[in-house]
């Protein structure tokens, strides 16, 4: 099969591999789309520790079960499925305790095993989920950092009425505005430098927008309830951090490059009490996301935007890496949308 290889940081080939076989308990899927994302930059820069080379990017992907292996039950050939990338070793101290995103051995479907980046992908049948009716197939790679924004609600816990501060306007910056109005938000706001981005977070519903957080705080002069940096940026993370309301969250959601420091005050963190909080990955959140997919809380059409041939690999991570678009895809199998 035609298949994307990062061979190792900054090195990257469009090649042909041996197609997937499935073990026990595994199937492979024949890939309709694969969603590119900030975490496969920073995969080809060597910028994401957990990487294991070569692999086989793509960790948001739908499409139908093409075979299956010994021991499988529940799914046939031809069910339209995507899948939880994730892996977990089952017997470390956290996936003991339930926190399986912290997995002592952790692993990812195309970020330490081969992903869906190629025609084929094989999946363990635990990590599958059958999509609803009402989702089409080439909108449910979406399901995935959907997902993960569901885990960082679950990590905020926030209260009906809150106000939410975001930075970025880029994938995950409007999947968050998104759930944040249908998770009770008094408002939403969302700072960006691309004025375009902005525009479309207006469209889907943000209470007010601007290119800096100064420009916002005359409606805000306390600060807000909740801020999430969504771009791993670290100028903007450091802004960030100066934004929650005293008794506020700030939560990092955004993947910076593992190398990076940001600067803060310790007294303000202390003096206002201000909750700092990560969040990794996906945690029992994915048959969620799949859930409000299927009733349509995210605008899917206005999420997507551009599609990318196999062979048009770079050329995708380069349009995303210049902020244009929003979600953009790698379609194995064609034909182009």
Not at 50 to 75: C, K, L, Q
Not at 96 to 125: F, H, M
Not at 268 to 276: K, L, P, S, T
């Amino acid at each position: 099969m035609r298949a994307v290889v990062i061979e190792e940081p900054n090195k990257l080939s469009v090649t042909t591999v041996a197609d997937p076989t499935p073990g026990p308990g595994e199937v492979v899927v024949k890939v309709t789309a694969a969603g590119l994302c900030g975490t496969d930059v920073h995969m080809l820069a060597g910028e994401f520790g957990p990487t294991r080379y070569p692999v086989i990017p793509g960790h948001e992907f739908s499409g139908e079960i093409v075979a299956v292996g010994a021991g499988v039950t529940g799914y046939a050939e031809g069910d339209a499925v995507a899948a939880d990338p994730a892996l977990y070793c089952g017997a470390c101290h956290f996936c003991s305790i339930g926190r399986g995103n912290l997995c002592e051995q952790w692993g990812t479907i195309g970020i330490t095993v081969d992903g869906a980046c190629a025609e084929y992908v094989k999946v363990p049948v635990g990590n599958l989920y059958r999509l609803p009716a009402t989702v089409r197939l080439e909108h449910a790679p979406l399901i995935e950092p959907l997902s993960t924004i569901v885990r960082g609600f679950d990590i905020v816990g926030p209260r009906l009425g809150d106000n939410f501060l975001i930075y970025g306007a880029g994938t995950m910056g409007l999947l968050y505005l998104q759930v944040a109005q249908r998770a009770g938000a008094a408002s939403v706001s969302v700072v960006d430098i691309n004025e375009d981005r902005l525009t479309v977070a207006r469209q889907l519903g943000a209470d007010a927008v601007a290119t800096t957080a100064d420009a916002l705080t005359d409606d805000h002069p306390r600060g807000w309830q909740v801020v999430t940096d969504c771009t791993g940026n670290i100028r903007a993370i450091e802004d960030g951090l100066t934004r929650p309301i005293r008794g506020g969250t700030f939560q990092q959601f955004g993947c910076a490059p593992d190398q990076e420091k940001a600067r803060f005050s310790p007294f303000r963190i202390y003096n206002d009490e201000i909750r700092i909080v990560g969040s990794m990955a996906i945690l029992h959140s994915y048959g969620r996301a799949v859930e409000l997919l299927g009733k349509g809380v995210i605008d899917s059409e206005t999420m997507i935007t551009h599609r990318f041939g196999l062979d048009r690999y770079a050329e995708a991570l380069e349009t995303f890496k210049k902020g244009t678009g929003r979600k953009l895809q790698i379609v194995p199998n064609g034909p182009l949308a």
